[in-house]
C-alpha cells in the first residue's frame, strides 16, 4: 500500500474509490426510504364549458307543391336551443353567410328553410349542405348537417329535400 500512496493522485484515487464503495453499499438503503417518504399532488381543474344537448339531424319535408320552403323538423331535445344559425355550401363545400333562425324555439318543433334565403347566394352546385348550429343557453354549441336540393340557374329559387 505504500508504494500506491507515494503515486501521484493515489490517496485521491483511494478515497474516491471508498466513498464510492460506502455510496454504493448505502445508495439502495437512501433510495427505498426516499420512496417510501415520497408525496405525490396533482391538481385537476374542470373545463369551463361542458358539452350542450345533443341537437338530432332534423327530418327535412317538401310542404310547398311550388318548391319554394322546406320544412327541418327536430325532436327529443332534453334543452330548448336559445339560437339557430344556418348556413349553406355547395359540392365545394365552402360555407358562405350565415343566417340566424327566429326563435324561441322549443325542445322540439321545425323551422323553415327558404330558397331564396341569403345562405344559398354563393352556393353555384347542388345539393347543398345546410349546417345547423344550435346554441344552448349555457353557450355550449352543437352542429348538424341537412342535404338540400337547388334548382340552380334559373332564377325561380326552388328547394327540395335531398
Known amino acids: 500500500m505504500a508504494r500506491f500512496r507515494n503515486l501521484p493522485g493515489g490517496g485521491l484515487a483511494v478515497g474516491a474509490f471508498v466513498l464510492t464503495v460506502l455510496l454504493g453499499a448505502g445508495g439502495a438503503a437512501a433510495s427505498a426510504l426516499w420512496q417510501q ?7 385537476v381543474t374542470a373545463s369551463g364549458t361542458w358539452p350542450g344537448p345533443v341537437f338530432p339531424t ?13 320544412s327541418l323538423g327536430y325532436s327529443g331535445l332534453s334543452e330548448a336551443p336559445v339560437k339557430l344559425t344556418f348556413s349553406a355550401a355547395g359540392t365545394n363545400g365552402i360555407y358562405g353567410t350565415t343566417t340566424d333562425a327566429a326563435g324561441p324555439f322549443g325542445t ?8 331564396d334565403s341569403a345562405i344559398f347566394t354563393q352556393v353555384n352546385t347542388s345539393p347543398a349542405t345546410v349546417k345547423i348550429v344550435a346554441t344552448f343557453s349555457g353557450g355550449s354549441q352543437t352542429t348538424v348537417y341537412v342535404k338540400v336540393s337547388l334548382e340552380i340557374g ?4 326552388k328547394i327540395s329535400c335531398a
Not at 322540439?108 to 330558397?115: C, D, M, R
Not at 334559373?154 to 329559387?157: A, C, Y
Request: net charge positive.
Open 37 to 43: 417518504s415520497a408525496t405525490a399532488t396533482m391538481t
Open 58 to 70: 332534423p327530418v327535412c319535408s317538401n310542404v310547398d307543391s311550388a318548391n319554394k320552403y322546406v
Open 108 to 115: 322540439s318543433g321545425s323551422v323553415t328553410l327558404w330558397g
Open 154 to 157: 334559373t332564377g325561380n329559387k
